[in-house]
């Protein structure tokens, strides 16, 4: 592992765009996560409320709350990490570099582990960070500080590790599928964004098919790891929320997990590289 691991540093290590998009991720994120109380101190100033409740109390980064709300912003950044994994499987199909490896003795299957280990990696590093980043935020603005309560519900942690996992195995079976950066790139965007979604409020709301196949929106790949870990805001305005990672949506996405790295053994066991 650590061979293939330091294989794959070699190989990005200079690679400018990697370091670009690498800092994109964690500057937009700690862009985005650590000035919730800085937000709601400049609504306060602009004479906003929330039902005359002074908006610099809502307990964005109380322990545990600021788990479930870190993890849930963190999701829509993990399509930055997508990239790089786009970029560099289809670059080294395209450069002929995956073919030049196993003239020089890296089996297929080797090289399918190298990126396996670096989607491990880049998970692994993202989780991390969110992890930091809500221990800090919380230790600064939380009200309460008590072990109990700060390593309560980092449940959201490991759901937030599995989402961003499997959502690169996504990437790295397009990429292998279809071998250009740019299409893996604009497919996975349009995918995520607008194709799936559109497809499920159709599926949920068509009046004309929505007794049909509403029951099948849950099982759809982006649907399902949304469904990991749910909005939380709504706790604040005293709605009901989904607080827990439910079983049921775990196992949805590890079969979906499954079917990726499948279909990718599937793909490399029968394409001439």
Known sequence: MIRLLEIEWLKLKNYKIFWILIGMYFLGLILVLSSGMFLMQFLKYKGADFNGIDPTILPLYDFPDVWQNMTYIATFFKIIIAFIVAISVTNEISYRTMRQNVIDGLSKWEFLKSKIYLILVLSGAATLFIFLEGLITGLIYSHVINLSYIFSELDFLAAY???????LSFTLLLSILLKKAGFVIVLVFMYTLIFEPFLTINMLHNPWIKDYVS??????????????????FQRYVFMEIQDFIAWKDILIVIVWLGIYHLSIYKLLDKRDI
């Open 161 to 167: 590790f599995l989402e961003v996992f499997t959502f």
């Open 215 to 232: 029951w099948l929106a849950p099982y759809l790949p982006i649907r399902a790891l949304n469904n990991l870990i749910h909005v939380p």
